[in-house]
């Protein structure tokens, strides 16, 4: 049996913070929008806004509860985390929803929707890109050290492990680039 359908009575998005940045001084660059497409200058210098969050809100028809929840990811990822799992299940998201909050989805600073900034010309760092065998062995700890391997079948997961490890390359499809400071 299906749950009822959810009443809801807003949804949209915001950025939160971000301030104005002016950059001067940098060569200017050319690029090319699609292959063999035409050649476009660019000019790399002006006014932007950094260090922007991003947020995208369900609000309920009739929430059970004054406050709402804002889900936050960790570093590397993004708010699509909570909307569903890497095995196409109903995320956090759903599930707070349908138990009567509304719900706050985030992308931080850097991350998902909430934009970037030039490097190193507003933060002095180039991101960091999480591999695989770093998400597997250090940061979830889906198997010991040295079981990681490109190939799926050569994996080996911790013996009673709950992720589902078939589904390990949608999950790295999430994996977003993070900067170690801002």
Request: hydrophobic content about 40%.
């Amino acid at each position: 049996m299906s749950a009822a359908p959810l009443q809801v009575r807003d949804i949209g998005s915001f950025h939160v913070g971000g301030h104005k940045v002016s950059l001067t001084g940098l060569a200017p660059r050319s690029r090319v929008s699609t292959t063999n497409g035409a050649v476009h200058p660019i000019d790399p210098n002006g006014e932007m806004i950094a260090g922007q969050m991003y947020v995208q809100y369900v609000k309920l028809a009739a929430p059970r509860s004054a406050h709402p929840l804002l889900l936050w990811h960790g570093g590397g990822m993004s708010g699509v985390n909570w909307e569903t799992t890497p095995d196409g299940r109903a995320g956090w998201q759903m599930f707070f929803l349908r138990a009567g909050f509304d719900v706050f989805v985030s992308d931080a600073v850097e991350r998902g929707r909430a934009s970037w900034a030039p490097y190193p010309d507003v933060f002095p760092d180039a991101p960091y890109f999480r591999t695989g065998r770093e998400a597997w062995e250090e940061t979830f700890r889906f198997g010991p050290a040295g079981s990681w391997h490109a190939d799926p079948a050569q994996r080996r997961p911790h013996d009673g492990l709950r992720f589902p490890v078939e589904r390990m390359e949608g999950f790295m499809n999430q994996f977003v680039p993070r900067w170690g400071r801002q």
